[in-house]
């Protein structure tokens, strides 16, 4: 069993632990051993909210078969038996993430030998940092520098800008040339960070972190004073 996917994970139990930004896309890779030729392979799906008369499992898909009336958003690519792999491939994929969708979803098959995979989905607020995350090089004419860390809770939540913070290396902000300035939009919120007068100890990680690690993301600065 395999999944795709482009946020934090970590597997407990047999079940794969998967965080996903709101309005983002998922996938699920489910990978089966032989199957008898009229086995099915079905998604189903159990909401974290749960219902007034107890958990109930919903129906996504049997093999390419839609169960499920979000035609848009939930889509299965079945690929049936795959000579190289000799398994079963089933690849279910969320589009425009949604609280509503954070649950338990499942591939299994109709065999009684069958192992079931389980995947827990998670959801959070999505951030982004401006004018952009990953890495930034700077040559000595390119100071002062503006960053710029978004974040954008679900709907009807609203954000407490005092909970949004930027980090240097692993420690808050509190230099005198650096400032930060929070604005809050409803359940938007912007952190600015700007750096006067760049130097080479400037160089490192930047890493802007919301309610205590409930989102994150990095940027990384490369300075010198050659220019390389």
């Known amino acids: 069993m395999l999944f795709l996917l482009s946020q934090g994970t970590s ?9 996903q930004e709101i ?43 839609r169960l499920t009336q979000n035609a848009e958003r939930y889509i299965v690519d079945y690929s049936g038996y795959n000579e190289q792999t000799k398994k079963y491939l089933s690849i279910l994929t969320i589009h425009q993430l949604r609280l509503s969708d954070e649950g338990l979803y499942m591939c299994k098959s109709n065999q009684y030998q069958s192992i079931a995979s389980l995947f827990n989905l998670t959801i959070s607020p999505s ?16 100071r002062p520098i503006n960053l710029s860390c978004i974040v954008r809770e679900f709907p009807m939540h609203t954000v407490d800008p005092l909970r949004l913070k930027w980090y240097h290396n692993d420690r808050e902000i509190h230099s005198s040339h650096m400032t930060v300035k929070p604005i809050k939009h409803g359940n938007h919120a912007t952190l600015y960070l700007h750096i006067r007068h760049l130097a080479l100890n400037d160089s490192g990680l930047f890493k802007c972190v919301y309610d205590d690690g409930k989102a994150s993301k990095t940027v990384q600065i490369l300075y010198t004073s050659s220019g390389k």
Request: with cysteine; net charge positive; proline share 7%.
């Open 127 to 142: 951030m982004k940092i401006l004018p952009n995350d990953g890495l930034i090089q700077l040559d000595p004419i390119q």
């Open 23 to 65: 309005d983002s896309t998922v996938s699920f890779r489910c990978e089966i051993d032989e199957l008898y030729p009229n086995a099915v392979i079905t998604w189903v799906y159990r909401p974290k909210v749960h219902k007034t008369h107890g958990v109930k499992w919903l129906p996504l898909y049997a093999n390419a078969r």
């Open 11 to 19: 597997c407990t139990s047999n079940i794969w632990n998967v965080n």
